[in-house]
C-alpha cells in the first residue's frame, strides 16, 4: 500500500519563475492539505483540497493556488517566485475531513524548492 | 505569530531514561492536539493525540498531559531508545474535534537518545 508520494524531490527554481508541485494522497484517500516548512520552523498550512475544491485556506498570498484531480491527486502551484518561497513543501492526505482521534493526516516526504 | 510554541530545539537523553517534551499554546480555541515524528528524509508521521477533555492519553511507551488552565502540554517517552532520535512537531487543530483539517505546528525539538 503506497504511502503519501509528492514529485520531484528537490527543484531549484531563479525568482519570478513559476513552479508545479505534486502529490497522490495515501490509497483510499480523498483529502489533500499542503504545507511550508520554511528552515528551523514548523510546517506552516497552506490550503486544503475536498472534493476539487479549496476547503480551507491559511494565511498565503494568491501567488500560491492549487488544484486536485478527480483521482484526488493534488498539485501547488507557485507562481513569483520569491527567495523566501524556499522551503520544504509537505503534502498531507486523509479520508474525509470530520474525523476523530482514531483518524489522522498522513504525510508525504516532501518537495526541497530552492529559489536563487 | 506562532500560536504553537515549542521552546527547546534540543533535547539529549541517555538511553532508558525518560524524554519529557515541552509545548506551549495561545490560542483558546484549539480542541484536540498532536505530536508528530519526522525522520530526516521523511515525512511528519503521527504519534499520539489528546483532546482538549482530557488530561492525559497513554500509548506504550509514550504518554500525552495536557494542562489546559496553563495551555501547556508534554509528551514523556519512557523508556527513551536510540531509534527515538528524531524531530518532534507538537500540533494543535481548532477544527471542532477534528483532526484532519488544518494543523497549527510548534517549531519542533530535535530529540537524540545516546546509549
Known amino acids: 500500500d503506497a504511502g503519501v508520494t509528492q514529485s520531484p524531490t528537490h527543484l531549484i527554481k531563479t525568482r519570478g519563475q513559476q513552479v508545479t508541485l505534486r502529490c497522490s494522497p495515501k490509497?483510499?484517500?480523498?483529502?489533500v492539505s499542503w504545507y511550508q516548512q520554511a528552515l528551523g520552523q514548523g510546517p506552516q498550512f497552506i490550503f486544503q483540497?475536498?472534493?476539487?475544491?479549496?476547503?480551507q485556506r491559511g494565511n498565503f498570498p494568491d501567488r500560491f493556488s492549487g488544484h486536485q484531480f478527480p483521482n484526488y491527486s493534488s498539485e501547488l502551484n507557485v507562481n513569483a517566485l520569491l527567495l523566501g518561497d524556499s522551503a520544504l513543501y509537505l503534502c498531507?492526505?486523509?479520508?474525509?475531513?470530520?474525523?476523530?482521534?482514531?483518524?489522522?493526516?498522513?504525510f508525504g516526504p516532501g518537495t526541497r524548492l530552492t529559489v536563487l | 505569530d506562532q500560536q504553537v510554541k515549542q521552546n527547546s530545539p534540543s533535547l539529549s537523553v541517555q538511553e532508558g531514561r525518560i524524554s519529557i517534551l515541552n509545548c506551549d499554546y495561545t490560542?483558546?480555541?484549539?480542541?484536540?492536539f498532536l505530536w508528530y515524528k519526522k525522520y530526516p528524509a521523511e515525512g511528519p508521521t503521527f504519534l499520539i493525540s489528546?483532546?482538549?477533555?482530557?488530561d492525559k492519553n497513554e500509548d506504550g511507551r509514550f504518554t500525552v498531559f495536557l494542562n489546559k488552565s496553563a495551555k501547556h502540554l508534554s509528551l514523556h517517552i519512557v523508556p527513551s531508545q536510540p531509534g527515538d532520535s528524531a524531530v518532534y512537531f507538537c500540533?494543535?487543530?481548532?477544527?471542532?474535534?477534528?483532526?484532519?483539517?488544518?494543523?497549527?505546528f510548534g517549531r519542533g525539538t530535535q530529540l537524540t537518545v545516546w546509549p
Open positions: 498531507a492526505s486523509s479520508f474525509g475531513t470530520s474525523g476523530w482521534d482514531t483518524d489522522t493526516q498522513y
Open positions: 490509497s483510499g484517500h480523498d483529502t
Open positions: 483540497y475536498y472534493e476539487e475544491e479549496e476547503r
Open positions: 490560542n483558546s480555541m484549539f480542541d484536540y
Open positions: 489528546i483532546s482538549s477533555i482530557k
Open positions: 500540533a494543535a487543530s481548532a477544527d471542532r474535534g477534528s483532526t484532519l483539517g488544518r494543523l497549527y
